[in-house]
């Protein structure tokens, strides 16, 4: 049968500038949000390894896959666009009506554009991926 499994995680370091556009607009457009707007975007790659070990570990219990390895990709954000797109993908924003979606975009969007329509941010892609067995 084989294949693999991977379960990642992006890890972001934006300036503080679009930090604090994108708490604030999150916290003005879901006040009552049980989400930490300012816990999701603060992560660094150490407050990904204990959920690193926990998929590990879960891996490790199911039957059919290898010892799982740990990887990480170093990379950067350069274009406004790309940062909108993918911030849809996030956790604090999945639990949003798709209106406030766009408004907390739009105000980070704005935000961007104010320094000059672009920005350049560290990031790591965090992933735990293990080989399927063969014979599973």
Known sequence: M???????????RLPDDLTTALTSAYRR?????????????????DGYQALAAKASDAIRQTVGFGEPEQWRFDWEWTTRDARLDQMRTHGILTHLPSDQVAEV?????????????GFTAPCVTVAVTAVRDGDA
Do not use: M, Y
């Open 29 to 45: 457009v879901a006040p009552d949000s049980p989400v930490d707007p300012g816990a999701a975007v603060r992560p660094g790659t």
């Open 2 to 12: 084989g294949g693999r499994l991977a379960a990642f995680w992006n890890v972001h």
């Open 105 to 117: 975009l739009a105000e980070v969007g704005a935000a961007i554009d104010a320094r000059g329509g």
